[in-house]
Antibody, heavy 119, light 106 residues
Framework: EVQLVESGGGLVQPGRSLRLSCSAS????????MHWVRQAPGKGLEWVSH????????GYVDSVKGRFTTSRDNAKKSLYLQMNSLTTEDTAFYYC????????????WGQGTSVTVSS | DIQMTQSPSSVSASVGDRVTITCRAS??????LAWYQQRPGKAPKLLIY???SLQSGVPSRFSGSGSGTEFTLTISSLQPEDSATYYC?????????FGHGTRVEI
């Protein structure tokens, strides 16, 4: 079964850091680009970041540039999101998602992990 | 960044009805557009990619069309399980941006 499982979310104070992980199974992880998408409580979806299959291309939405870092370990079939200098605006459910092959879109999603930034 | 505008923001329809959702891009994205369904408390699910290609396993009552700046998602015969929020996403250039969503109520 193709599956993504996020972990690492929780409650954190403003200005602190958190690292999210996403573990993949059921597909050849190193063949696919991966993405992070977030959803603030009661709000819509916001694309956050992507990383190409070989980490050669990495991009971010402007609101997290310089604060968030996406990385992957293909040997461990894992995706990471290092989040620094967190603000209350970063409070959201964070999903990892797999880039589709043979087209563009996000065809496999994890169940998400909740990040709450509050003092 | 490319802005995506969906309309309507919500729609209420009956089982069996035809429902159409529109998505407009602030600049052309050729056919690089995806549609997702998100049920309450669940992760999004890819329905349509490349504007009109049906994702494997998605019922054929869902269809997508359009190119350039205007796109539509059509549900040909609404079913109770289609109650959800639907999002378009341009995948033409980073940052990939989503529309604000359309809530479909039965």
């Amino acid at each position: 079964e193709v599956q993504l499982v996020e972990s690492g979310g929780g409650l954190v104070q403003p200005g602190r850091s958190l690292r999210l992980s996403c573990s993949a199974s059921g597909f050849t992880f190193h063949d696919y680009a991966m993405h992070w998408v977030r959803q603030a409580p009661g709000k819509g979806l916001e694309w956050v970041s992507h990383i190409s299959w070989n980490s050669g291309s990495i991009g971010y939405v402007d609101s997290v540039k310089g604060r968030f870092t996406t990385s992957r370990d293909n040997a461990k079939k894992s995706l990471y999101l290092q989040m620094n200098s967190l603000t209350t605006e970063d409070t959201a459910f964070y999903y990892c998602a797999k880039g589709k092959s043979g087209g563009y879109g996000l065809d496999v999603w994890g169940q998400g992990t909740s990040v709450t930034v509050s003092s | 960044d490319i802005q995506m505008t969906q309309s309507p923001s919500s729609v209420s329809a009956s089982v069996g009805d035809r429902v159409t959702i529109t998505c407009r891009a602030s600049q052309g994205v050729t056919y690089w557009l995806a549609w997702y369904q998100q049920r309450p408390g669940k992760a999004p699910k890819l329905l349509i990619y490349d504007a009109s290609s049906l994702q494997s396993g998605v019922p054929s009552r869902f269809s997508g069309s359009g190119s350039g700046t205007e796109f539509t998602l059509t549900i040909s015969s609404l079913q109770p399980e289609d109650s959800a929020t639907y999002y378009c996403q341009q995948v033409n250039s980073f940052p990939w941006t989503f529309g604000h969503g359309t809530r479909v109520e039965i």
